[in-house]
């Protein structure tokens, strides 16, 4: 069972236009081709206790692409070019990550999710990537993917996952953030040539890596969905296995 977090925002379908919970069908497509079962996890009031109760159904966590993170989260004020925030996503996100944290769930941050990770541990993001390089690169707007190479560490579980590659050719990106100071306890696991943060992952858990582009746009390269499959039927077997072991220690009594 794997929780992919979504957007909520005006939807029009039909004769309406309202506040929806959504989330592109690419997303999940790519879940269930890795072989796992897709949950959706729309925001909504959450606190700690809430965030366990849907993560014990859960076996792992992808944050998705979306609106960008508050900069008040980080100690900013907003770039003009900055989205209008989404404080209940972020809330919800934040909770979810911190939580999932603690009881070691895998989990799969995907553009915004790299950036929510970051900031959610205590780190900050470049607002407005074209006053830094100069160009629309890493966003070309209007809904259009641009590419961009990536130079992979190769002694990361993201090498690892993507088979000893350390350079990804032509990942697609759509991005006006990245990662500007880097959370304690987070680890630089890809960049782009001009120095931009294309990965980043939590050494302190089983599984725990974020990608700054969108994977879910490449459906013939599922390795990361995979990785991330295989990371929750590890996990679910070992919870499994916890749960018997306490069971009969609780019989032998």
């Known amino acids: 069972m794997i929780g992919l977090t979504t957007y909520l925002e005006q939807a029009q379908t039909g004769v309406w236009d309202v506040p929806a919970a959504i989330l592109p069908r690419v997303y999940f497509d790519a879940i269930t081709k890795a072989g796992g079962i897709a949950v959706l996890l729309p925001p909504q009031p959450v606190t700690a206790a809430i965030a366990n109760r849907v993560l014990d159904g859960l076996d792992a966590l992808v944050i998705t692409g979306g609106k960008d993170v508050d900069p008040a989260r980080y100690g900013q004020a907003p770039h003009p070019e900055t989205d209008e925030p989404r404080p209940d996503r972020d809330a919800w996100e934040d ?33 407005h990537l074209p006053d830094l390089v100069g160009d629309t690169t890493y966003q070309a707007g209007n809904g259009v993917f641009n590419v961009v190479d990536v130079a992979v560490e190769p002694d990361s579980m993201l090498s690892a996952l993507l088979d000893g590659q350390t350079l990804l050719p032509a990942v697609p990106v759509y991005h006006h953030q990245s990662i500007d100071r880097l959370a304690a306890g987070l680890r630089i696991t890809a960049t782009t040539d001009a120095g931009i943060v294309q990965a980043v992952e939590l050494a302190a858990v089983p599984f725990g890596v974020a990608v700054q582009w969108h994977p879910e746009q490449s459906p013939d390269d599922l390795r990361l969905f995979t990785g991330l499959v295989t990371a929750a039927r590890d996990y679910r077997a070992a919870d499994q296995t916890r749960a018997a072991l306490n069971g009969a220690g609780e019989t032998s009594r």
Request: net charge positive.
């Open 95 to 127: 909770v979810l990550l911190h939580e999932a944290v603690a009881r070691q769930l895998p989990f799969l941050g995907i553009c915004r999710g790299a950036q929510m990770l970051n900031v959610a541990l205590g780190g900050s993001l470049h607002q």
